[in-house]
């Protein structure tokens, strides 16, 4: 048989499939705890904004006792409360009762505390924990928690993402007779066949998501290239400036990530919306499922073997 032909018959043998397997496998574990962090955090990130109104900040209730502070007098309070801060931002409610918003800054270091009008007392976090948290984890999510370099760490991610897919596919294939029982999942066999079967099964249904997540990643991390693809196949002709299909699926690109198309698919609504949310969220929870049994894996063709 030639090549061709003992990749649609039995490609376990080839050397091309043995090395994409070890490109596949050490790719999936350097990302291991990327994969995680990553998809733990995108799921919830889906629900970001019913997080944002779950934990939104309320208005803090003072005791009106007194004259009130000036804002000098708050702005010195609040900067002897906190030593090497300066206040960049001081708002006050409109009602007498309401404790004032002071914004401080330390290098990059910012912080937004509440601070009674009458007597100084700092009384705490503006933002309430929860709020706080989902702020944290977009932080985390987008940027690593590393600013301009996390996020383009985070491009690497995705370009690897997408290797992985492409690779794992391939090595999916396990020939002309056998490919149907590779879609599902033997649960009657010993448990590392069922745990080499469940990986299997996963990663083909969930390959769309895996490779669509790697693609809007890497493009949410370094939009400028794929801008520069679309410019070079659909120059912007200024006297005639209608929408190219390219900035369409530049578009697209940003919202599929996380899976929010209300408003955006025509007559999709509450409903809609929240059941496409639940789909990017269960498949989402399949990446964390897929490295657990890729290392199972590993572990028992190498490791275990010792």
């Known amino acids: 048989?030639?090549?061709?032909?003992?990749?649609?018959?039995?490609?376990?043998?080839?050397?091309?499939?043995?090395?994409?397997?070890q490109v596949h496998l050490w790719t999936g574990i350097?990302?291991?705890?990327?994969?995680?962090?990553?998809?733990?955090?995108?799921?919830?990130?889906?629900?970001?904004?019913?997080?944002y109104r779950t934990f939104a900040p309320q208005p803090r209730i003072v005791s009106v006792s007194g004259p009130r502070m000036e804002r000098e007098q708050l702005t010195a309070a609040a900067e002897r409360a906190y030593p090497g801060y300066a206040v960049t931002d001081l708002r006050e409610r409109g009602e007498p009762n309401l404790a004032v918003e002071i914004s401080l800054s330390r290098g990059e270091e910012l912080t937004l505390r509440l601070f009674d009008p009458y007597t100084g007392e700092d009384l705490?976090?503006?933002?309430?924990?929860?709020?706080?948290?989902?702020?944290?984890?977009?932080?985390?999510?987008?940027?690593?928690?590393?600013?301009?370099?996390?996020?383009?760490?985070n491009g690497i991610g995705g370009l690897s993402l997408v290797l992985m897919s492409v690779t794992g596919v391939i090595i999916w294939w396990p020939g002309i007779r056998s490919w149907r029982r590779s879609l599902s999942i033997d649960l009657r066999t010993n448990w590392k066949a069922l745990n080499w079967?469940?990986?299997?099964?996963?990663?083909?249904?969930?390959?769309?998501?895996?490779?669509?997540?790697?693609?809007?990643?890497?493009?949410?991390?370094?939009?400028?290239?794929?801008?520069?693809?679309?410019e070079y196949l659909e120059p912007f002709d200024e006297n005639n400036p209608v929408e190219r299909i390219g900035d369409t699926v530049l578009y697209w690109l940003g919202y599929?990530?996380?899976?929010?198309?209300?408003?955006?698919?025509?007559?999709?609504?509450?409903?809609?919306?929240?059941?496409?949310?639940?789909?990017?969220?269960v498949f989402g929870l399949m990446l964390p499922v897929m490295f657990v049994t890729g290392v199972l894996m590993w572990w028992n063709r190498s490791v275990g073997k010792l």
């Open 1 to 21: 048989m030639n090549g061709w032909q003992k990749w649609v018959a039995q490609p376990q043998g080839l050397w091309l499939r043995r090395a994409l397997l």
């Open 197 to 230: 079967s469940l990986h299997s099964a996963l990663g083909f249904w969930c390959l769309a998501f895996v490779l669509m997540w790697g693609v809007t990643g890497t493009y949410l991390s370094y939009p400028q290239p794929f801008s520069d693809v679309v």
């Open 256 to 281: 599929l990530h996380f899976g929010r198309f209300i408003r955006r698919i025509p007559g999709c609504g509450p409903g809609c919306n929240s059941t496409l949310m639940a789909v990017w969220a």
């Open 30 to 51: 350097g990302l291991g705890l990327y994969i995680l962090v990553i998809s733990v955090s995108g799921v919830m990130l889906i629900y970001r904004n019913e997080l």
């Open 124 to 153: 705490g976090y503006a933002l309430p924990a929860g709020f706080r948290f989902t702020a944290w984890l977009l932080d985390l999510h987008d940027n690593l928690l590393s600013g301009e370099t996390g996020r383009r760490v």
